[in-house]
């Protein structure tokens, strides 16, 4: 047993040090900050918040539109559901579901796969960009979905197997980020910019 502030706790959960540099994506608390400061900045200039975020994480916008259906329950210990977003701006007429299972698992535009786990799916609000949660999701809500690139390992093999959309129990293939299909895209570096912390 191990003595860790109040707790006592079996050594069995610990992670060593090599355990974590093999496991762990590197970067992430880094690239929060970024991102954060990225939207301070895009905020105080009044550009668009949402493309600055996406461009920070190496990714792109998806959709623009307002929440038009929704379908939300828990199942399988698992808040299950859908949205459905009617495009304004850039796509009106058009439309995109997001399917989720606590976290946003498949996007499809127009009934076009465009975007599936492992890859990030990003709901954010229009006016704020501030990030919704499937919990939090409301009709009516003004929302950019945007999608981007996940660690590379989760698209291996066994990563896939685990955490792509049949891991979740969908029979729909693998659409990275970018909407290809079938391949692996180099990963996207990171937007280097100086992180404000305050």
């Known amino acids: 047993m191990v003595e ?5 706790v079996s050594s069995s ?3 060593t040090g090599q355990q974590a540099k093999a496991s762990l994506v ?9 991102v954060g400061a990225t939207v301070r900045r895009a905020r105080a200039s009044e550009s668009d918040v949402t493309g600055e975020v996406a461009r920070q994480l190496g990714g792109r916008v998806l959709f623009s539109g307002t ?10 210990g698992f ?27 498949l996007a499809y535009q127009n009934g076009v796969p465009v975007a ?18 499937t919990e939090d999701l409301r009709y009516g809500q003004r929302v950019q979905v945007i999608a981007a690139p996940c660690d590379p390992r989760w698209h291996s093999e066994a990563g896939l197997a685990f955490v792509g959309p049949a891991g979740f129990g969908y029979e ?11 391949e692996t895209p180099p990963a996207i570096p990171v937007v280097a910019e100086d992180v404000d912390t305050a």
Not at 120 to 129: M, T
Not at 172 to 182: D, I
């Open 116 to 133: 599936t786990t492992p890859d990030l799916i990003i709901v954010l609000d229009s006016e704020s960009a501030g990030p919704i949660t």
């Open 67 to 76: 929440v038009t259906d929704l379908e939300r329950g828990t199942r399988d």
């Open 172 to 182: 729909q293939e693998s659409v990275r980020w970018n909407a290809s299909v079938g």
């Open 4 to 8: 860790m502030g109040c707790a006592a």
């Open 26 to 34: 590197p970067g992430t608390l880094s690239r929060c900050l970024e």
């Open 13 to 15: 959960y610990l992670m």
């Open 79 to 105: 808040a299950k559901g859908w949205v459905s977003i009617t495009g304004t701006d850039a796509n009106t007429s058009e439309s995109a579901v997001v399917e989720f299972q606590n976290e946003n698992l």
